[in-house]
Nanobody
């Protein structure tokens, strides 16, 4: 059973930065396209950043230029560097591959105060 464990969230003021980490129990990152998703209260989960096996990245328009996704295949880690955070970035953040999804982890809460 693959496990995904997200960490690094917290409370930060608008304009601040956080770095999220995702640890996988298997080396997924050489096989699958991986992504960071987020779900704000009352909203559907959305994909904010993805990285394919070749290393190419894509971002949602709302985070482009502020967030950077990266991975470390040796450490089996996925990262999301978040800069210039805004209150609308407040959400629970998850990592996963593209569909079909693996079992979701518990996520990590990011709260941005104005």
């Amino acid at each position: 059973q693959v496990q995904l464990v997200e960490s690094g969230g917290g409370l930060v003021q608008a304009g601040g930065s956080l770095r999220l980490s995702c640890a996988a129990s298997l080396n997924l990152f050489s096989i699958y396209n991986m992504g960071w998703y987020r779900q704000a209260p009352g909203k559907q989960r959305e994909l904010v950043a993805s990285i394919v096996s070749s290393g190419s990245t894509t971002y949602a328009d709302s985070v482009k230029g502020r967030f950077t996704i990266s991975r470390d295949k040796v450490k089996k880690m996925l990262y999301l560097q978040m800069n210039s955070l805004k209150p609308e970035d407040t959400a629970v953040y998850y990592c996963n591959r593209g569909r079909p999804y693996l079992p979701w982890g518990q996520g990590t809460q990011v709260t941005v105060s104005s």
